[in-house]
């Protein structure tokens, strides 16, 4: 079985940072794709950022340059750098990943349970 689990997240000030880290364990033949999602009260889940395999990464408009997403293949971990927080960046962050399963090759979509950001004015 495959698990994402999230930590990083926490209370930060407006204009603060966050690191948000992933990591993804278990019976993992590859990782493809990998990617922050986040939800905020309300609210439907948003893609945040990607990065593939080949480290290409895209971003949602709303990140605006503030954040990075980077990964790290070795270690089966993305990661989020988040700059220049607003309030309204306040959600829980998911992380989300395409793993090719060992042992099977059977390839599946896998989430995290998420952890909460959660900036002040």
């Known amino acids: 079985q495959v698990q994402l689990v999230e930590s990083g997240g926490g209370l930060v000030q407006a204009g603060g940072s966050l690191r948000l880290s992933c990591a993804a364990s278990g019976s993992i033949f590859s990782t493809t794709a990998m990617r922050w999602y986040r939800q905020a009260p309300g609210k439907l889940r948003e893609l945040v950022a990607q990065t593939t395999n080949g480290q290409l990464t895209n971003y949602a408009d709303f990140v605006e340059g503030r954040f990075t997403i980077s990964r790290d293949n070795a270690k089966n971990m993305v990661y989020l750098q988040m700059n220049s927080l607003k309030p309204e960046d306040t959600a829980v962050y998911f992380c989300?990943?395409?793993?090719?399963?060992?042992?099977?090759?059977?390839?599946?979509?896998?989430w995290g349970q998420g952890t909460q950001v959660t900036v002040s004015s």
């Open positions: 989300n990943a395409d793993i090719i399963i060992a042992r099977t090759l059977a390839p599946g979509n896998y």
